[in-house]
């Protein structure tokens, strides 16, 4: 496992311009209503996934499809999956379209374990976006490293989704969404679009539905119900995956500062949760 002190505090800056076709492919791609965002419009809370891409040599891949370990904020953990498991984020200024930004990225804490499913370790990555050297977002990103499942392990139990949403959206994500949002992102982990790979060896039961495209349809139910609010924080934290052509919804709650948010699959258990504040 790998040494928490040589590689917590390791930081990477990289400098993008917020293009706005890339949010309007994501508009498309979603099927989103009205008109695409233009210049000068700011970017929609947690489209920010879209910039700062880094493109990493095939010969520089993981078997998963992703960077190899070992480079940048990615510290090389020895065990083989990795996956996105939540995150938190601060919203303090708009992020125009069209405008220069730096992503100042800095692995905060690594956290082995041991559970059910068997050793696991939990890295947070600390992500700044400064815009005209003014903070605008702050976000901290879990990813959890885990052992491959046994051929014969059962599948984990999850737990029901609650029944109390005032706000409810149905969504599919079928193959050609996985596909164009992979491309937007540049993400080239293949249990999103090689079926053999995610069943055979990761053990899922299809293609897996991306963990911020998730995230991302939550923020819209809040942006499409309460579009006069101002989101300022969200949270999120995924629990169960969702599986292309699956029918799943995204829900939500208001409370009085926000909105409490989940992920419903089609049986009724909880794939996501999380929340959002308003300010």
């Known amino acids: 496992m790998t040494n928490d002190t040589d590689w917590v505090g390791r930081s990477v800056e990289r400098r993008d311009v917020i ?4 949010a309007q492919a ?18 929609p809370p947690f489209w920010r996934w879209m910039y700062f891409l880094e493109a990493r040599p095939r010969s520089a891949l993981g078997r ?11 510290p090389p953990i020895e065990l083989p999956r990795r996956m996105w498991a939540g995150g938190r984020l601060q919203f303090h200024r708009p992020v125009p379209l069209g405008a220069e930004a730096v992503l100042r990225s800095t692995i905060a804490s690594i956290a082995p374990k041991t559970g ?16 005209g050297g003014a903070l605008a977002e702050v976000e901290e990103q879990d990813i959890v490293y885990r052992e491959d499942p046994a051929p014969d392990a059962p599948k984990p139990e999850g737990r029901m989704a609650p029944a109390t949403e005032q706000w409810r959206a149905e969504w599919t994500a079928d193959p050609t969404v996985l596909f164009r949002y992979s491309a937007l992102t540049f993400n080239g982990h293949r249990i999103h679009y090689d079926e053999a790979y995610a ?7 299809g293609l897996v539905v991306h963990g911020p495209l998730l995230a991302t349809l939550m923020v ?15 949270a999120f934290r995924a629990l169960s995956p969702i599986v292309h052509s699956e029918r799943f919804s995204a829900c939500g709650a208001p409370t ?12 009724g258990r909880l794939a996501m949760s999380g929340d959002v504040s308003f300010g």
């Open 199 to 205: 069943r055979k060896v990761e053990g899922y039961d």
């Open 220 to 234: 819209q139910l809040v942006r499409e119900r309460a579009p006069d609010q101002r989101i300022t924080r969200f």
């Open 26 to 43: 994501l508009h498309a791609t979603l099927d989103l209503p009205g008109e695409p965002p233009q210049d000068g419009d700011p970017l």
């Open 256 to 267: 009085r500062d926000g909105v409490q948010l989940w992920i419903a699959g089609s049986d």
């Open 116 to 131: 059910r499913s068997g050793r696991l370790a939990f890295v947070t990555i600390r992500h700044e976006l400064l815009v």
């Open 64 to 74: 998963d499809g992703h960077p190899a370990k070992g480079y940048g904020v990615s």
């Open 19 to 22: 293009r706005a076709w890339p």
